[in-house]
């Protein structure tokens, strides 16, 4: 690892940017961060012959890509559930539950074992279908809104560029990224994605149909009704090949003339009494058109006489005008749900068979169902239990659903036709979570206090020292640093792990508990998520300095949702379903309880918990804290669940009551709070 060195004016400066939580300036790039630094160009933007978007919050690609290099952000990735085998570390498709920036940042990073040296450089395909964020709201199956952006314009853009640097880097060389969004924001998109991937790599803009609102014909408007979304296809580099889409032509059997522009020798004859006019040529040689005539595929024109041959064509190749098919679906009765054959045309166009395909706004799985169907591999992400559900169900049950093309046997015989059921189960595939952590998994910090402090302190090469650490007479110091004292921030203590936070005052208690004769360094090994500042100096009672440093873990291994940070909360209605675009923290998976009973109307809640807090630090009272309702009307105990329902809270009354028609004899139930965490799934009573 690459050693820093700062002057103590950077220090300073470095410090009074992390106090105030502004960023540092870009200079400092180089030497903190000096293995990553040197691979990118901090200046390259002000050298870009290209126009920029100029907005406040924008930073450097350099200073986006150290971050991950650094650790900053990249979350350990934790199986959840698998489904189907697989033989000596053989591929396994993803569906991810957590930020995708966290993933997209611990695939960069590239030393999870999960996606080591399987994802970066590796996509050939990229499709996202971010949240437009220009407070437009799409119409859903019965008209309920599906989107209710909450982001303001500038933040929505360097959101999507941070990500967007992020997904370039995953790219193969010859791979692609289509990003769809609508006509309000894909001009700014448009210039953003020059700036990332480069003017020269831009490919085309495709327009596709999208879903019109309902408008009066006896009424006037401000503006004309809106037809189409936009698709911005771009490369990586010059090496992307695309195969051009096709369609069914109507126009197979066509008459067009014969005569063609441009001069070749020997291709001016004479033909039923006609001459190419002057610079022009016949299209076929004399014999070839002698052939034709016989064959009746080359004819006088009926009333002109002049020559005219049949084009026989079973397809077109399309350009950039998709308007003949619409963007949208709703079969799995999801908001804003892509249609299958928008992305088959996409896969199809930009990947062949065993490609990696990957979409990071995932919400029902269109993406993977298409590139499952037509043998491609596929990550999914997204952060919303309910489309980390509806993912899963639509992959198990996708035998059932249709084929997207015929397929053949090995003689050439269709064995299923296109819109016939697919007839395959799904090739294995896992869930597996970014940034949210089953605790057990982890550690039981309260059973294994010791063991988290000797993990922690060989984080930084550092052993425990009880003897020489006496001295100090403060709690939680188990090592020396250069002679200066380390603490170990204990998370094991659920005071700690609830209440307390680093911050100045809980600095500024160090010096007292030490008598107030503190001084010199004095370093805290922390999660960098307990910390809310960084490297910090104050000043001890004779008024000499006292210097915190944070030792930070190079992944964010901690988090617990009960601290004030303001965490993205699972949607309690549909209205906010693809609200879910950035989590600010980790957590751990806390559990939740449930109980339920039938009754006449459908099911009562009987018991809900979670031990999640809410944004003032307490408890939710009943069921305040859920977020929806899973409901598997085929439940057996054992087997995969599988989601038939989703109730949101908002459907739900304040006593429980779950209005539910058709409800089955075998019943099973999972309740997702407002943090994403889940209970055990249950039967119904």
């Not at 659903?401 to 189960?425: H, N, Q, T």
């Not at 009973?597 to 939710?620: S, Y």
């Amino acid at each position: 690892m690459a050693k820093i060195n700062l002057t103590k004016e950077e220090k300073a400066s470095l410090i009074e940017a992390v106090n105030k939580g502004v960023e540092p300036s870009p200079d400092l790039l180089p030497k903190l961060f000096p293995g990553a630094a040197e691979k990118f160009d901090v200046q390259a933007l002000d050298r870009a012959k290209i126009p920029t978007l100029e907005y406040a919050g924008k930073r450097s690609k350099a200073t986006i890509l150290a971050e991950a290099g650094a650790g900053i952000g990249a979350a350990p990735l934790q199986n959840v559930r698998c489904f189907g085998d697989v033989k000596n570390g053989q591929w396994r498709n993803l569906i991810v539950q957590g930020d995708n920036l966290q993933f997209l940042k611990t695939c960069y990073k590239n030393v999870d074992p999960l996606i080591k040296d399987k994802v970066k450089g590796k996509v050939k395909l990229i499709y996202i279908d971010p949240p437009f964020a220009t407070k437009s709201e799409f119409g859903g199956r019965e008209g309920e809104r599906s989107y209710a952006d909450k982001i303001d314009a500038a933040e929505f853009i360097e959101a999507l560029r941070e990500r967007l640097i992020y997904l370039r880097e995953l790219l193969a060389d010859d791979g692609s990224i289509y990003l769809h969004l609508d006509n309000k924001m894909s001009h700014y998109a448009k210039v953003m994605m020059d700036e990332v991937f480069g003017k020269d790599n831009f490919r085309n803009e495709i327009f596709v149909s999208r879903i019109k609102k309902n408008v009066n014909e006896y009424e006037m408007a401000h503006s004309l009704n809106i037809d189409l979304d936009n698709i911005l296809f771009y490369s990586k580099t010059e090496k992307t090949k695309i195969d051009q889409p096709k369609i069914d032509s109507d126009k197979k059997h066509r008459w067009h003339s014969f005569e063609a522009s441009g001069v070749r020798n020997g291709m001016d004859y004479e033909l039923f009494g006609f001459k190419p006019k002057t610079g022009n040529h016949w299209r076929w040689s004399y014999n070839r058109a002698q052939i034709a005539i016989q064959d009746r595929l080359l004819r006088p024109n009926h009333r002109t006489g002049k020559p005219e041959y049949l084009v026989t064509k079973d397809f077109e190749i399309l350009g950039t005008n998709w308007s003949d098919l619409t963007g949208y679906s709703f079969r799995n009765n999801y908001p804003t749900e892509k249609s299958e054959t928008l992305i088959s045309r996409i896969i199809l166009a930009s990947s062949n068979p065993d490609d990696l395909v990957l979409d990071c706004f995932a919400g029902s799985g269109t993406t993977a169902a298409v590139a499952e169907k037509f043998g491609r591999r596929w990550i999914a992400c997204d952060f919303g239990k309910h489309a980390i559900y509806t993912m899963q169900r639509r992959m198990l049950r996708i035998a059932e659903s249709k084929a997207l093309a015929d397929e053949k046997d090995a003689s050439g015989k269709v064995i299923v036709k296109k819109g016939e059921p697919y007839r395959k189960e799904p090739k294995p595939f896992c869930i597996i979570s970014s940034g949210a952590y089953d605790f057990s998994h982890v550690m039981d910090l309260r059973k294994h206090k010791d063991t988290y402090i000797d993990f922690v302190l060989g984080l930084f090469q550092l052993s425990r020292d009880d003897d020489k650490v006496r001295k100090y007479k403060l709690a939680n110091i188990y090592a020396l640093k250069d002679g200066d004292p380390v603490e170990v921030y204990p998370v094991w203590d659920d005071q700690f792990l609830k209440e307390v936070k680093i911050d100045e005052e809980y600095l500024r208690g160090i010096i007292s508990q030490s008598g107030g004769r503190l001084k010199g360094d004095y370093f805290i090994i922390t999660p960098e998520s307990c910390a809310n500042v960084g490297d910090t100096v104050l000043k001890n009672q004779d008024g000499k300095d006292v210097n915190f440093q944070m030792l930070t873990f190079p992944y964010k291994v901690l988090e617990d949702i009960s601290r004030t940070l303001e965490l993205q909360e699972q949607p309690s209605s549909q209205d906010n379903v693809n609200n879910l675009i950035t989590s600010t923290a980790f957590y751990f998976n806390e559990d939740v309880t449930l109980k339920a009973r039938r009754v006449k109307e459908g099911l009562q809640i009987t018991e809900f918990e979670t031990r999640i807090l809410n944004k003032e630090g307490r408890r939710f009272d009943g069921i305040t804290g859920l977020a929806m309702l899973l409901v598997d009307l085929d439940y057996e105990p054992g087997k995969p669940f599988d989601m038939d329902v989703t109730v949101f809270a908002k459907e739900i009354s304040e006593d429980g009551l779950v209005k539910v028609d058709n409800l089955t004899k075998k019943v099973g139930l999972i309740a997702i709070d407002k943090h994403g965490n889940e209970s055990k799934p249950i039967e119904l009573e």
